[in-house]
Structures are given as C-alpha cells and as structure tokens.
C-alpha cells in the first residue's frame, strides 16, 4: 500500500520535474513556446548564449519606446544584449507614476512579480509597482498599481509591445523563472540616461529640481549597467532615493 | 614729314617730357586719361564685388554651418551651446531618437527655403534625422525647430 503511494508520489514528482515550466499548461502559453520557440532558441545561439535563459534582465526607456532584453549565463558573466523591442503604447509623460490614476508608467528598478496567462491584453508580465521608494515619494496615500508589460497595442499605465513580441519576452521570463530565477530585474527609465540625453533632460526639466534628483539616483543605475553589463544592488535612502551599495 | 624733321620733333618733345618730370610744372591729366582711371576703378570694383560675393555664404552654407555646430555641441553633450541652435521643443525631441550616444555624423543633404531649411543627417552611419530649421529673417541664425 505503501510503497504504492511512494510509487505515485514519485511519479507525479517526475511528471511535474519534466513540465518543470508550469506556464506550460496554459494554452497561450504553449502556443507562444510553439511560436517562438525555435526563434529564440537561434537568436540566443547567435550571441553565443544557454538555451533556455538562465538569468534575463529587462530594461524600458520611456522615450525611446524601447524594451531590451539581456541575458547571461550565469551569476558571474555579465549580461548580453538579446533583442530589443519596440514598445507599441505608453501613457502618460515622462516622469515617475506618483499616484493612482495619473496614467503615468513607472520609473526605478524593479521585478517582475507575476505572469499572467490569462491577460485581455494576451499575455502580461507585472512589474512589481509601488516599490520602497514609490511608497515614499508618492504623493498621495494611493500610489496605485497593476502595472504591467502586456501584449496588445494599449496602455493606461503599463508598457504595451504588442501580441507577437510579448510572446517571445514572455516565454523567455517564464522559461527563467522555471530555471530558478525568482526576480527577473526590470529598469524603467525616462530615457537613455547617457550624457547627451541626461543633459537634455537636465535642461528641459531645469524648473522641476525634486524630478532631476530623482532622475540622477536612476541614472547611477543606468551608468552601472551601461558600464559593466551587470545588474546594480540598488537600496534606498530615508528620502526614497536610489542609491548604488 | 621729312625724316630729319621727325627726329627734330622726337627730340623737342623728349626735352618737353623731362621738364615736366622734373616737377617744375604738374601734370594735367588728360581727358582720356581721366575716362581710362575711371574704367579702371570700375573694372577694380567689379572684381572686388565678386570677391566679396565669393566671401558671403550662401543660405546652404549657413544652414549647414547651423547644422554642423548644432551635432557637434550634441556630440560633446554640450547643451548650452546646443540651445544657441535649436529650440527648447526640437531638443526634447531628440530624446525619442533612440541613439545614445553620437560618435559620428554626416550631413547628407540641404534644402534651403525662404527662411526654412532642411537638413538630412545621418547618425553613427546608422540613423537618419531629418532636422528641420527656421529663421525669421534672411539676417537670423537658423535654429532646429523640429525633428522627423
């Protein structure tokens, strides 16, 4: 008797170890993989990359409407460039989201929280809006929430990219969850915070200071990544600013 | 006119020029000499004319000269000077060109309107921007207003 539940147990254990990918029961999900699949798997080859993703990392820029996609091996290679993608719709201006209902999408560093099989907008990715420093700086008791990075070419809030290529970040995200990743860091920024594009922003926004502190704590972040192709440790100070540990 | 008498005349008249050489009584100019300075001060300020026109710069000229300042100060990051060639509105709009960086430029093309211009320009061999200027009068800088 009981060695036969040891045998069932066992063998469940496997068939859940073989679909270690959980997302992979939902339809839409096995659909994006048979999409996808194959062209992921090349594009990774190319860049000289582990197929399934073992560590990724996403990053927005709000004006230039671009998500990125960068992966590594492992903890100690830096990360390569995968694909970038262009982002369909983005509400609101540039700017961190401050309150519930400002339609703003988000600035800082953050994770995705949650996948979601079953979007209206095909499939989504929740980015894990309001962090420690949106709590601070908010400036309503409301800071708001469900921001998220879905498929579709609509947007109150979140980062739309359309059907076909959240499919291929979704797949991937799930695919680094299933291999162990628990926070996938995704880095939402105004803009390329380079030189150029920081002393642009520093100009246009030269009569709204408490934004441009805000903007030169994310920038430490960019410069960091930009630099050594590794994700910042990234805390915050009693004001809710960003700062590199 | 005898031969000998010529060169009595040849002679005479020789004896005449070296008095008046000597300074002793000046020199009227002739009629025909007036009218031959005059047609060469003329002829002068007619070459002169035309160098000083070689030496204007053509709206293009300026309209790339604008061009050329306005991406190297945006190649250096150096916004002040920046704002001397382009408008407030234009520089935002270079935030949503996705080049970060600007390592390398080449302006492709010009055209030049009454006191509108456009110039094609082409970013790290990569990007190309149309930037479109303005002036109000042919005497203004052109400045970036918009970028396509």
């Known amino acids: 008797m009981f060695g036969r539940a040891a045998f069932l147990i066992l063998l469940c254990c496997s068939c859940l170890k073989l679909n270690s990918n959980e997302q992979l029961w939902y339809a839409r999900v096995a659909d994006a993989r048979d999409a996808k699949d194959a062209l992921l798997r090349s594009l990774f080859q190319k860049k000289g990359l582990t197929y399934p993703p073992q560590r990724l990392y996403l990053r927005v820029f709000k004006s230039e409407n671009v998500l990125e996609v960068w992966a590594s091996d492992n903890n100690m290679q830096p990360f390569t460039m995968v694909k970038s993608y262009p982002v369909c719709a983005m509400s609101g201006q540039l700017g961190p989201k401050r309150k519930e209902g400002d339609e703003q999408v988000p600035e800082g560093f953050y994770h995705i929280s949650s996948l979601n099989p079953f979007s209206a907008y095909h499939l989504s990715m929740q980015v894990s809006y309001p962090n420690a420093s949106d709590r601070q700086l908010t400036t309503h008791s409301r800071p708001g929430g469900n921001i998220y990075i879905h498929g579709n070419c609509k947007s109150i809030g979140c980062i739309a990219i359309t059907d076909t290529y959240i499919e291929e970040v979704y797949w991937l995200v799930a695919q680094a969850r299933a291999n162990g990743q628990a926070n996938i860091p995704v880095h939402l920024f105004p803009a390329r915070m380079s030189e150029l594009k920081y002393n642009i922003l520093l100009h246009l926004y030269r009569d709204k200071p408490t934004l441009l502190k805000f903007w030169s704590s994310l920038k430490q972040g960019y410069d960091y990544f930009q630099y050594h192709h590794r994700v910042p440790s990234v805390g915050i100070d009693q004001n809710g600013y960003y700062f590199l540990q | ?148």
């Open chain 2, 1 to 148: 006119m005898e031969k000998p008498c010529f060169i009595m005349l040849a002679l005479i008249n020789l004896l005449t020029l070296s008095f008046a050489a000597c300074g002793t009584k000046p020199h009227v100019p002739t009629q025909a000499e007036i009218a031959a300075d005059r047609q060469l001060l003329q002829e002068l300020q007619q070459v002169l004319d035309c160098i000083d026109e070689i030496m204007q710069p053509t709206d293009e000229e300026l309209l790339v000269d604008a061009t050329g300042q306005l991406m190297e100060a945006l190649y250096c990051a150096d916004i002040a000077t920046a704002t001397r060639f382009a408008t407030d509105t234009a520089l935002g709009l270079l935030l949503y060109v996705d080049e970060p960086e600007i390592n390398h430029f080449k302006i492709k093309r010009t055209d030049v309107f009454t006191n509108r211009g456009v110039a094609e320009v082409t970013i790290n061999h990569h990007a190309t921007l149309k930037l479109i200027f303005s002036r109000n009068s042919a005497r203004n800088e052109w400045r970036l207003t918009a970028v396509n």
